[in-house]
């Protein structure tokens, strides 16, 4: 794929070097089983049904147009012979319109049951379209939730996943696009078995009608898709800018910072550059569509000034050009609209390849065959041993040779400045990543011999950039152990130690009232009360090892003091480990490690540090004057 640059104007060019080969289109359709499977394990039934009503309306146009020759016919007979009387009843007391008015009837009755077909087809699939949408956006959040946080941290990564969630939504149309084209396919066989009875030789003028379409939309197919698949990250940026346009959470800075105009019209120049992409390739389909439906036309009217020679010389009856001239017309445009609706799928299988791709994504921390249980209780504590770590990819360490041990029942403490390692050495422990060297281990067991979902159930997190969901207050507190989120009694003992019961006694409908203001009558927190509510998550969890990343940056001191008095408390007994850059938090702590460059500089608890005049001492010393 071509390199992106910054710059969003940059046009790419009309196929890259990374323009599918014949071979990888023809591979891709391979998707196009999947997605019939998929289709089938939405539902089965309503699957059957959209097959089967096709299979009946594939062979109405050749019934119809033949009903039509035999009218026709009929009527040429009864103009030839000697009229019975001058009145109606005349001619049907003579037995003579019950032939052509069974006709009549007939054909009536293959045109209605035609439009019943056609709107029951359109009722079933717009049904399966529906639910197949709800499917595969089920699958995709499931393995979206199997990955591991590396992908959701890889901005390559973030580029698959939209493109897969616009597959999700987007391709719903395949579906009847494919079952309508096997639809198809059958109606030409049977009125190709009519039209090679007649004259064989026409068909040979068929090629000639497609197969420039053929080219012109299998090229325009692959450039659109290239040109979306290029845009990817800008897209992501134009959805990125809606947001932050018109969204409640960045509303009080966009207006302080007058960045209204700024982001409009950032958003009208990136998405004026897709237009005209997007503008040049539809010109350009139309223009070339415009000329190869005149070859189509031509072909078309070739064979019918054939067909009207030949019945003029009476090789033909009236009967017969009906039929043929219908047959040939609807031929003609059947095959024009089953090859490009062939290189339409085929298009779409490219599509399909950034959904299907997105499912063929392994996870790499993965649980062991044997997986080992987690230690309840702790019993001796957890140990880094050596721990390195650099991200996928990357040659930068972000920590190195790192080694401390945390014991049973001891709250830990990690400060530093910024980048120096305290969030990474969380996700090391609760094993979201594995170390690149060294090992972790719990009690002795290497964290990598037990599997995540283990390791997780029995560690409590809450990290600074907690969310905030849109939820009732209970099951924001109950998503901290959702297997409990029915159990009323956990869920306010939880509030009450984090002093989020306080905060929801004040909501109009109390634990049943809607947070956030993303949905009607929801009510919105202020940061100190929804870091409280946060903080229940942790202990509604009841966890073995507790991890607060600045868990109180958006308290007051009061506030801070109150729950570090009960977090002691719940903590007794249990391991923890608090990240914080207010020593005030920091000094509550059994021992403290002083990090810098992901390496240890300083351990020790708060007052042997400070009589080290190091380190520590110098933060704590420029945090204190600030209070002075």
């Known amino acids: ?351 399909l390849d950034d959904l299907f791709s997105f499912f063929e994504i392994e996870p790499t921390v993965l649980p062991p065959t044997n997986p080992k249980p987690f230690p309840t209780p702790i019993r001796q504590g957890i140990v880094f041993e050596g721990v390195g770590f650099r991200y996928p990819e990357t040659e930068n360490w972000v920590v190195r040779n790192l080694s401390f041990t945390l014991p049973a029942g001891e709250t830990l403490a990690l400060v530093g400045e910024n980048g120096a390692g305290k969030t990474t050495i969380v996700k090391l422990l609760t094993r979201l990543y594995d170390p690149s060297e060294g090992r972790i281990t719990v009690d002795g067991i290497d964290l990598r011999d037990m599997a995540p979902a283990e390791i997780h159930a029995y560690i409590g997190v809450i990290f600074q950039d907690f969310i905030r969901y849109s939820f009732s207050a209970r099951d924001n507190i109950g998503v901290g152990r959702i297997a409990a989120r029915e159990d009323q009694a956990r869920i306010e003992g939880a509030a009450e130690q984090s002093l989020a019961d306080g905060v929801i006694a004040k909501l109009p409908k109390g634990y049943d009232q809607q947070l956030g203001r993303l949905f009607k009558q929801g009510r919105d927190l202020s940061g100190g009360e929804w870091q409280k509510v946060a903080i229940a998550r942790a202990y509604m969890r009841d966890a073995e090892l507790i991890i607060l990343d600045e868990p109180t940056a958006a308290l007051d001191a009061k506030a801070e003091a109150e729950v570090f008095a009960r977090f002691k408390g719940l903590a007794q007994g249990k391991s923890a480990v608090i990240i914080s850059h207010r020593f005030s938090t920091v000094r509550m702590a059994d021992r403290i490690l002083v990090l810098d460059n992901g390496a240890i500089l300083e351990a020790g608890t708060h007052e042997q540090l400070l009589a080290q005049h190091g380190r520590y001492a110098e933060l704590f010393d420029l945090q204190a004057a600030g209070y002075r």
């Open 1 to 351: 794929m071509a390199i992106m640059t910054d710059l969003p104007g940059r046009r790419p060019p009309p196929l890259s070097d990374d323009t599918p080969s014949l071979r990888e289109r023809l591979k891709n359709l391979a998707h196009l089983g999947r997605l019939v499977a998929q289709i089938w394990r939405t539902s089965r039934p309503l699957t059957a049904a959209s097959i089967g009503l096709r299979l009946i309306a594939a062979l109405q146009p050749v019934a119809v147009l033949y009903a039509a020759k035999l009218i026709v016919d009929e009527v040429v007979r009864l103009t030839a012979i000697t009229p019975p009387g001058p009145g109606i009843l005349d001619w049907w007391n003579a037995g003579l319109l019950e032939p052509i008015l069974l006709l009549l009837l007939l054909e009536f009755g293959l045109v209605l049951a035609n439009d019943i077909i056609a709107r029951a087809t359109g009722l079933v699939d717009s049904i399966l379209s529906e639910l197949h949408s709800n499917q595969v956006s089920v699958e995709l959040m499931a393995h979206a939730a199997r990955l591991d946080l590396m992908h959701f941290e890889s901005a390559e990564y973030q580029d698959r996943l939209e493109r897969a969630r616009r597959q999700a939504a987007g391709r719903n149309a395949l579906l009847s696009q494919m079952f309508g084209q096997a639809q198809d396919i059958l109606t030409v066989l049977t009125l190709a078995a009519g039209l090679f009875v007649y004259a064989p030789w026409l068909i040979l003028l068929l090629p000639l009608s497609f197969i420039p379409s053929i080219w012109g939309e299998t090229r325009f197919n692959t450039l659109a898709y290239m040109l979306s698949r290029w845009r990817t990250p800008e897209r992501r940026e134009l959805e990125y800018l809606r947001h932050i346009g018109a969204s409640a959470e960045t509303a009080k800075e966009v207006k302080l910072f007058g960045l209204g105009d700024y982001l409009i019209s950032r958003f009208r120049r990136l998405a004026h550059d897709i237009f005209l992409e997007n503008r040049r390739v539809a010109i350009l389909r139309a223009s070339w569509g415009a000329l190869f439906s005149a070859i189509a036309s031509l072909a078309y009217y070739s064979a019918y000034a054939y067909i009207v020679w030949r019945t003029v010389t009476g090789a033909f009856t009236l009967g017969d050009l009906a039929f043929l001239s219908g047959s040939f017309l609807r031929l003609n445009g059947l095959f024009q609209k089953i090859l490009l609706g062939f290189t339409q799928i085929a298009g779409q299988s490219m599509y």
